[in-house]
């Protein structure tokens, strides 16, 4: 056998089998037993216990349970022992079992050869394998050791116990596990809780440690065995096993009592020098974090899989998820990790998870995630047990739409991320809200939305709003204090190997009593004393690296970019937080003076850096001087936009401002440009002229055979580097699709804003997003979203705004609308004509033209008003067609100017011109509808599929008619029959234009 490699036990009959002579045979039943000593065999009879119904026997006690292993304490002629009942729950422990022996026999002769090297270990007594009740079992019998208590349960319970029984403890530890190693001995599972100690009066004082559950002990080679040296790497890693919970828990004061016995019996020497004993101690805190590491990774997977702690939960409508059910031991930052909860209990308090939603305080209410604080009440078994209702937060997030929704859909649910990233700080004693539930729902292999559950932490505010209110720095102590343990935190998630992107003053909770809130608790909580600060929001939280390649102060500089700009917070706040910080690292420069205050000042840098280039809030401050305007189709939103353009002339008046636009839009436009030197109008032209500097055409059909012709292929080029030439330096791209986003990269500007939710993968062009908002909310104020965000913070102005359309009309235009007018019998100036639009981009969205027809001759009959058919395209001549047919089949004599036909006659500034001065304005859902309501022209709109509250006539929602408005929308289109055109009738279009007449 090579050199330092392990092997298990058996595998060298002359080792493995020490002390295993004399062993007897007892037959009961199917039960061959394997027993120690003819003594022991006195037990094995058909009248002392019956072994394969041990639940039953009177005489033995169930101790721990799990789905493997179950242990028992029997008493048989008043004596105690222990009886461990292995269990194959599968084909792959059966298969194990045949391949590696059974446990209780590994075990059996693992505390054979333990007590034949003077190792203290509980005395065996008997073996056996057997098929029970239809699957393989294992049972091992030993000697009980009396009244004793775990290490693990005397660390947890260090304030009940006087303050020697500790170290005295530690050192019994080292004595014992410096035996097991210098017999050669490696325990792949040494933890506190293997290892027992007397709990009588008497044992205290000098007690002794014995080792347990030796089922997987391992054996190194002789040369191995042989040596003292305790910095072998598997003696390292046995210890740090062992010390790593005792570190976490107590700190480094109590190390050097386990540190000190263990050299010494190791050596064979009772006196070590203190110099060698601080050393080992040196060398064993890497091990421990380095195992405690590794440990962490084990905990998360075992969170996401089925365990006696967390395990896994099937409920109604494709929801599954993972679930919290105990913790071993109570952790002092978190009240929850006292609670047990069942799996039957889960599922009865989350048969419709949609009800964590309901009636709770409202946190955040983002398109992204809804954030609720409320209470949740477990329903006991025992009905004589009082329910205690549990505070807890529920984080709601909802599937997105576009291309980023489809993709976040197939990515790992962030519920479950952040589910694992808590597990992974409880681990590692990092305070965090504890983690409860992860619940995700699934259609096929798409993520629909995902809830998160957490406890609430009492008297708990986020950094950013503490800070704010100011509440805390009004106490010199507190704000001290404060700005200590913040230093602190960010220190220990470094030392632990944990990387924080995203650590900023909003993802740090902060817990503290009642006299530092802002606003305090109707009941405070008593246990509630000092400062605790907790890390929330771990989206941008990091697994443990062994070796990590960040910067050891990225989470510091990402704190202090997010506060700096805070009037409250001072600079000595920093100096504290940056002290705290170093000396827990124990840096080099937490002991030079000259090499602190370097880095003191590059840090300050940095942090002013950061925070002047990561905030979009902050653009408000930039004052920018070319300006490009992404918004080519179609004319409906075109004319919605045109707040935005109004916004930008009067927040940045010595700015060039451009548009790119389709060349079929660009007469609406026009109008805005300076007027050209040789032209002189006779109007007052200085509400609209010059508010638009340029306008860029994109000719989408021309530009459509790029890579089919040379000549097509190079004008794009062409148009490209016109864009990047013009040096614009912010860029709103209104469109949100993937062409205006490649258009707003190209130009270079360093500033391009855009919907953090467009489609085609748009918002990956994009330096700063605007939040996409509500599908319920009208699309005119989306669009002012992007003048929210140039707008100074607390400004309150644009709140007061009047939102100004000034839809431009061209002079000559309008010359040319009026002569239309004339030669069609009408008198433009009486406006007794009425506009009639029929068209729209899909059928679903038009009105039926019979419907029109009988319309505009009932007007024309009770009223004299003309009609005047507008519009555009090939399919808007044919539906006009039909309305005229029909019109003329409903009356043979139809005057010739009753129905006036202008589609495909005016350009679009003309059809501007002739809406600004008709009567009414009657149409579908299109692009003359909305020009119709920025002229602030009488507008009736018919609206089906479409929803009128989110891309209605903005300003005159009240005159739309829209069939069953009580129907809600699901979305912006709609297929319901309910919302379909053919449930207008004439007879509601006729009654509503008689109101408005």
């Known amino acids: 056998m090579k050199k330092n490699q392990p092997r298990h036990i058996g595998h060298t009959s002359s080792y493995a089998q020490a002390g295993t002579s004399g062993l007897i045979s007892r037959q009961i039943g199917c039960m061959n037993w394997t027993v120690s000593s003819r003594y022991a065999a006195r037990l094995f009879s058909s009248e002392a216990c019956q072994w394969d119904q041990l639940e039953n026997d009177p005489h033995a ?64 007594i008997a073996w056996t394998c057997a098929r029970l009740h239809g699957r393989r079992q294992a049972f091992l019998v030993t000697k009980s050791l009396g009244p004793a208590q775990s290490l693990e349960d005397m660390i947890h319970s260090k304030g009940c116990l006087p303050d020697e029984i500790l170290p005295l403890s530690l050192k019994a530890a080292g004595r014992l596990i410096a ?56 003696r390292m890693t046995n210890v740090a096993m062992l010390l790593g919970d005792i570190y976490f828990r107590l700190g480094e004061k109590y190390l050097p009592h386990f540190a000190r016995e263990y050299l010494s019996v190791l050596y064979d020497s009772p006196n070590r020098a203190e110099s060698e004993v601080t050393g080992y101690i040196q060398h064993l805190i890497p091990a421990i974090i380095r195992y405690r590491r590794l440990l962490c990774r084990r905990r998360m997977r075992r969170a996401v899989r089925n365990s006696r702690y967390a395990g896994k939960i099937n409920l109604p409508d494709h929801w599954r998820g993972h679930v919290f059910f105990q913790h071993k031991h109570s952790v002092d930052f978190a009240p929850a990790s006292t609670l047990v909860v069942s799996r039957q209990v889960w599922e009865k308090a989350l048969h419709d998870p949609k009800t964590l ?104 505010i986020n950094l950013m709003r503490l800070v704010r209110d100011g509440s805390i720095t009004q106490s010199y102590p507190a704000r001290k204090e404060l700005a200590c343990k913040l230093g602190t935190l960010l220190a220990k998630l470094r030392y632990y190997g944990f990387s924080h992107r995203d650590c900023k003053g909003t993802n740090i909770i902060v817990q503290c009593s009642s006299e530092y ?22 989206d941008g939280l990091s697994l443990p690296r062994i070796k990590s390649t960040d910067s050891p102060y990225r989470e510091l500089i990402r704190l202090g970019a997010s506060m700096k700009n805070l009037p409250q917070v001072r600079l000595y706040d920093f100096a504290r937080t940056f002290r705290s ?108 002229a010059g508010i638009l500097d340029e306008i860029i055409e994109f000719d989408r059909h021309h530009f459509a055979r790029i890579g089919r012709s040379w000549r097509v292929t190079r004008d794009f080029l062409q148009f490209m580097s ?15 699709l993937f062409r205006s986003a490649i258009f707003s990269w190209i130009t270079g500007a360093p500033t391009r804003l855009g919907f953090d939710r467009a489609r085609e993968l748009a918002p990956y062009f994009y330096t700063h997003l605007i939040t996409m908002p509500e599908h319920t909310e009208h699309i005119v104020q989306s669009y002012l979203r992007f003048c ?147 002229l602030n022209i009488p507008t009736l709109g018919l609206y089906g599929p479409t929803d009128p509250k989110v891309v209605g006539p903005y300003g005159h929602l009240e005159n739309v008619i829209h069939p069953n408005p009580d129907i809600p929308h699901t979305r912006r289109y709609s297929l319901d029959p309910e ?9 509601e279009v006729l009654e509503k234009v008689q109101k408005k007449l």
């Not at 305090?520 to 400062?531: R, Y």
Request: net charge positive; charged share 20%.
């Open 581 to 688: 910080y170093i000396q827990y690292l124990d840096l080099p420069e937490a002991h030079d003076r000259i090499r602190r205050r370097r880095l003191w000042y590059a840090l300050r840098k940095q942090i002013a850096f950061k925070a002047a280039h990561s905030a979009p809030q902050k653009l408000f401050k930039k004052n920018f001087h070319n300006i490009l305007i992404v918004k080519p189709s179609s004319l409906g939103d075109v004319v919605r936009c045109l707040p935005v353009l109004y916004f930008l002339r009067d927040r940045y008046p010595h700015a060039r401002i451009s548009w790119l636009i389709q060349p079929r839009f660009a007469d609406l436009l026009k109008a805005l440009l300076p007027p050209a030197p040789e032209k002189h109008y006779s109007y007052n032209q200085a509400s609209s």
């Open 179 to 234: 035996q097991l190693h210098r017999a050669g001995l490696y325990h792949p599972d040494l933890h506190p809780g293997n290892i027992l100690l007397p709990v009588s009066s008497d044992s205290l004082k000098n007690p002794c440690a014995w080792l347990v559950d030796l089922q997987n002990i391992r054996v190194k080679n002789q040369l191995a065995a042989g040596l003292k040296g305790p910095f072998l790497t598997w």
């Open 517 to 538: 809130m802002p606003s305090p608790p109707d009941i405070p909580d008593p246990s509630v004393k000092a400062i605790q600060c907790y890390l929330v929001d771990l």
């Open 357 to 460: 939603l309901e009636d709770g305080r409202i946190l955040k209410d983002e398109q992204t995630a809804t954030i609720i604080s409320k209470d949740i009440i477990f329903d006991k078994a025992d009905s004589s047990e009082t329910s205690v209702p549990i505070p807890i937060v529920v984080k709601h997030y909802p599937m997105q739409q576009g291309w980023q929704g489809i993709l976040s859909a197939l990515w790992p649910s962030r519920t479950r991320h952040a589910w694992r990233q808590a597990w992974a700080l409880v681990t590692m004693h990092l305070p965090t809200a504890w983690p409860l539930a992860a619940l995700i729902r699934k259609q096929g292999p798409f993520m629909r939305e995902s809830i998160s559950v957490t406890e609430n932490i009492p008297q708990s």
């Open 722 to 736: 016109l864009l990047r030439q013009k040096q614009f330096d912010l860029v709103l791209d209104l469109q949100g």
């Open 788 to 934: 929210r965000a140039l707008t100074p913070e607390g400004d309150d102005s644009f709140a007061d705004r009047d939102i100004n359309f000034n839809v431009p009309i061209d002079p000559f235009a309008q010359r040319s609308a009026r002569r239309l007018v004339h030669q069609a019998g009408l008198t433009s100036s009486a406006k007794r004509y009425i506009v009639v639009l029929p068209g729209g981009t899909r059928d679903a969205k038009r009105w039926a033209p019979e419907n029109f027809a009988q319309m505009a001759l009932k007007l024309y009959q009770d009223h004299h008003l003309l009609s005047v058919i507008l519009g555009a395209g090939t399919a808007e001549a044919e539906i006009t067609e039909q309305i005229i047919r029909h019109a003329r089949t409903l009356w043979d004599d139809l005057p010739p100017n009753a129905l006036i036909n202008l589609v495909n006659q005016t350009t679009l500034a003309e059809m501007t011109a002739i809406i600004k001065e008709s009567a009414l304005t009657i149409g579908n859902d299109s692009g003359p509808l909305h020009i119709a309501a920025a």
């Open 979 to 987: 919302h379909q055109m053919t449930n207008i009738s004439v007879d």
């Open 61 to 124: 006690l169930l101790v721990k349970s799990n789905p493997l292993r179950r242990v028992y304490r029997l008493t048989i002629q008043d004596e105690d022992y222990y009886v461990k009942v292995y269990s194959a729950v599968n084909f792959f422990h059966s298969l194990k079992w045949l391949l590696r022996r059974d446990p209780a026999r590994r075990e059996f002769q693992n505390i054979t050869l333990a007590r034949a090297h003077s190792v203290s270990v509980p005395e065996p």
